[in-house]
């Protein structure tokens, strides 16, 4: 198969890795979209098994070829939700994070502000006893 060919079907970022791949012409442009699940497959990891499902498609039945689509689809929607909790988890850590930033800034903010006090009076008492001698 062509990169020309696949350019035409497949989004570009994976033309380059279905181009290690042999795909039946007639998945491609029928089945475009359960092309695109099984190169995007992580529980297919290796090329080796994703060539598999890519071998079998011409034998496969309807049903088969939807059971495959809905356990791949069902795979992705499984990840990207997985994908988003730690994102969210990610969003709250790192909000927490700068919040303790923020407080610890505001902290040294403050005993800067009460060294500067303290500085002030002692200079203030050390005039004072001066004046006095």
Do not use: C, G
């Not at 989004?11 to 475009?32: G, H, N, S, W, Y």
């Not at 190169?39 to 098994?49: G, R, W």
């Not at 850590?93 to 005993?111: F, H, L, P, S």
Request: aromatic share 6%; proline share 2%; no cysteine.
């Amino acid at each position: 198969m062509t990169r020309e060919m696949l350019a035409q079907y497949l989004p570009a970022e994976l033309v380059e890795f279905a181009l290690k791949f042999v795909i039946p012409e007639e998945m491609l442009t029928q089945d475009t979209d359960l092309v695109i699940l099984l190169l995007n497959s992580k529980s297919l990891n290796t090329v080796e098994e994703k060539q598999n499902w890519f071998n079998l498609y011409p034998v496969m039945n309807e049903e088969q070829i939807e059971k495959l689509r809905e356990i791949l689809t069902r795979e992705k929607q499984k990840l990207q939700e997985i994908e988003e909790k730690y994102r969210k988890k990610h969003e709250e850590i790192t909000k927490k994070y700068e919040e303790a930033n923020e407080k610890r800034a505001q902290q040294q903010i403050k005993i800067k502000e009460a060294e500067a006090v303290t500085q002030q009076q002692e200079a203030e008492d050390a005039d004072a006893l001066l004046d006095l001698i």
